[in-house]
């Protein structure tokens, strides 16, 4: 536990205090929006859409390497 000598190292501190609670009031909300676009609908059916592609190349790649006839 701190000792204070004066009122203007607890005004200080108060101050520092209220600072970071207010940087991390604001950390939260960004996260909290970042949270909220990963979760959004056209960000999802990107990622669906992406993963199908990444798939869809890597069956090609395979299959050419593969040699397989239809």
């Known amino acids: 536990m701190r000792v204070y000598n004066s009122f203007e190292e607890i005004d ?3 101050r520092y205090l209220k ?9 939260m ?7 909220k676009d990963r979760l ?5 059916l990107t990622n669906i859409i992406s993963s199908i592609a990444k798939k869809a190349v890597v069956l090609k790649i395979v299959d050419k390497l593969l040699g397989s006839k239809k």
């Not at 959004?40 to 999802?44: G, L, M």
């Open 29 to 35: 909300k960004l996260q909290v929006n970042e949270v």
């Open 40 to 44: 959004s609908a056209a960000s999802i």
């Open 19 to 27: 600072l970071l609670q207010q940087v991390q009031q604001e950390m």
């Open 12 to 14: 200080s501190d108060l």
